[in-house]
């Protein structure tokens, strides 16, 4: 599991490289976001291993103790001295474009850019790594779902980022079937 979880942060943080390069960051700003991509789900460290490995949707009792994660991840990274630039794209990874995320609500470019490129880049790795809950999906497909949740969950321009880069990065066939 830890091996696991070590691959899944390095490929969230790659992807997140990649968009960020695609939509011209500067240095700072790119490795900002990979920290942020390398402890984005800390806080899981505070949620029951048994919810985390649930092989079925959350209850509504247990969905709020999952949600906890970004919160405890966020004072956890404040204990420890991460940088506040860090600390808030963990505290708005699970935001959404049409403002229907958490925890604070934000919507469009309310959320920082970092935030809305390690939700991009988070939600292609869960769906083509799988989860107890699903089976993995192909990068075609995990695309294709993404492009689906542009203008609602996702941010329409990270998403594009994220079609070239791994369009770029990623072989014909993985990058744009079913995309």
Not at 30 to 59: I, N, Y
Not at 63 to 88: K, T, Y
Request: hydrophobic share 45%; net charge negative; aromatic share 4%.
């Amino acid at each position: 599991e830890a091996v696991e979880l070590e691959e899944h942060l390095s490929r969230v943080a790659s992807l997140c490289l990649g968009i960020g390069s695609r939509l011209s960051l500067d240095d700072k700003t790119r490795a900002a976001l990979v920290q942020a991509a390398l402890v984005h789900d800390l806080g899981k460290l505070a949620v029951p291993r048994d919810l985390l490995m649930k092989p079925s949707a959350l209850t509504r009792e247990e969905q709020p103790v999952m949600r906890g994660h970004v919160s405890a991840g966020v004072q956890l990274l404040r204990a420890f001295g991460v940088s506040g630039a860090v600390v808030g794209v963990v505290a708005a990874h699970h935001e959404r474009w049409d403002g229907t995320g958490y925890p604070a609500g934000l919507a469009g470019e309310a959320i920082p850019l970092e935030a809305r490129i390690l939700a991009v880049a988070d939600a292609y790795e869960a769906m083509t790594a799988g989860r107890p809950y699903h089976a993995p999906r192909s990068p075609g497909e995990a695309l294709a779902e993404l492009r689906r949740q542009a203008g609602s969950q996702f941010d329409p321009r990270c998403v594009q980022a994220c079609f070239l880069e791994l369009a770029a990065t990623q072989e014909p066939a993985e990058s744009t079937a079913s995309a």
